[in-house]
């Protein structure tokens, strides 16, 4: 079945660690996105990509990273920057016109 | 800038009951999407509704309808007879300039968890 899938579900980092997101989905979308949540509030734009070999940043890009090599993968690194990491993300696709964007199941990345 | 509210951070209804979740919305495109996603405990975000601003007639999609009144910017979701499953929080979502290349991310309001009771 098509869909976005995210990994891994959990993710714990030290102090002064990058940490890597996966992103994949076999949607044929050309863009992608991925957001923050922290408890109880909505979904914040960390990072956004409309197509292969491009990105821009969203309204809280400060601490992270991204890649779009290929058109079905779209990782996140966390960096150690990012000094309050701890949060649900969760990365989507599509979204052209009033179509609705796609979401993967989340990763709960915790800091140890 | 664009900008969505959800004023109710909670709601209780009861089981087989109608219920309204707020949102409010602002922007100066006047062309812009409103969606309505499910995120239950577990997480996952799931689409439910939208409307777009051109649409002349309210969306429903089963017992969902969007009670869309664009003069006062509001995009109210209203649930049909309301199931214990319907228990999540409910978030309210908006893409303006929808009809160019631009930038397509949502904008999401703070959200409203329901909570159906037997």
Redo the contacts between chains.
Sequence with gaps: DGGITQSPKYLFRKEGQNVTLSCEQNLNHD?M?W?RQDP??????IY?S?IVNDF?K?DIAEGYSVSREKKESFPLTVTSAQKNPTA?Y?C?SG????Q???????T?LSIL | AQK?TQTQPGMFVQEKEAVTLDCTYDTSDPSY?L?W?KQPS????I?LI?Q?SYDQQNATEGRYSLNFQKARKSANLVISASQLGDSAMY?C?M?DG??D?G?????????TRLQVQP
């Design positions: 863009a996105y957001y109880g509030q909505g979904l914040r734009l956004y409309q821009q969203g649900f969760l989507a979204g052209q016109g009033l609705p964007q796609h979401f993967g199941d989340g709960r | 969505i999407g969606f996603y577990s997480g996952e975000m689409f939208y777009g978030f979502a893409r929808y009809m290349t930038r397509r991310a949502l904008t999401f309001g703070s959200g």
